[in-house]
């Protein structure tokens, strides 16, 4: 299975850290974030992954090449315009067109466990997206989203606080097969004037495709703020088997 991650964004909430560096290239554990993301994804299983750069993409290919120094090989895509998350991966539609791939973000942080785990599910039970969810106290932060069983029956991007009937989020990470360019490519700006990609999950729905959830338990955390951040060096220091091998 080949995967993409998306590592085009600046990070404008990390408040200057990334006036310098793109924000996947942040480190965590003297180690980018992308790399521990690539890492992860080589641990386990993927061979093949398109990394889709945008802010100061030379120093992401600077740094990993072709992918040696993560075990995976790597191919390049560029988004040209940072306008969302909705439409970021179609520059990798034909090199993601052959069957079911992995779709991440670059400042995600999970173990290859979360990956291997999420893999055998689907292929237990293919759906046409297997999306992962974690329990959170309230999902403004995200993707809300609603289930019935393990269908996902509907998913709201950064609903207000404390205004949600689920106490699920989008974890970020999901496997889709190539249907899933189908729907992007017909997104329309939102209000917030960005392409959402929940808003491309909720059309599948809408379509009648099969959309599940998959609730992930292993270690996961989304590094959005400096606040994160630390809180990601502390899991480092805290956590045996965090860090991938070199």
Excluded at 102 to 126: C, H, N, Q, V, W
Excluded at 160 to 183: C, Q
């Amino acid at each position: 299975m080949r995967a993409v991650v998306l590592a085009a964004g600046k990070g404008t909430r990390m408040r200057g850290i990334t006036d310098a560096i793109p924000k996947p290239m942040v480190e965590v554990g003297g180690r980018p974030m992308l790399w521990h993301a690539l890492r992860a994804l080589a641990g386990a299983g993927v061979q093949e992954a398109a990394v889709i750069v945008g802010y100061m993409a030379d120093s992401i290919r600077d740094y990993f090449g072709t992918g040696e120094n993560v075990g995976l090989k790597l191919s390049y895509f560029t988004q040209e315009t940072q306008d969302g998350t909705g439409r970021a991966a179609e520059p990798a539609r034909e090199y993601l067109s052959n069957g079911p791939f992995f779709f991440t973000f670059g400042d995600i942080l999970t173990k290859a466990e979360a990956y291997a785990e999420m893999s055998s599910a689907f292929d237990r039970s293919p759906a046409d997206l297997l999306l992962a969810v974690r329990r959170v106290d309230d999902p403004c932060r995200g993707g809300a989203v609603y289930t019935d069983g393990d269908r996902v029956i509907d998913i709201v991007e950064k609903p207000p606080e404390g205004s949600s009937n689920t106490d699920l989020i989008s974890a970020g990470i999901f496997i889709a097969h190539p249907v899933f360019f189908d729907y992007t490519s017909r997104l329309e700006l939102s209000e917030r004037g960005e392409y959402e990609l929940p808003d491309a999950i909720r059309m599948m729905i809408e379509g009648g495709l099969d959309v599940r959830a998959f609730e992930l338990v292993s270690y996961w955390r989304d590094v959005g703020t400096p606040e994160d951040l630390a809180g990601a060096g502390r899991d480092v220091l805290e956590l045996d088997g965090l860090v991938e091998d070199a």
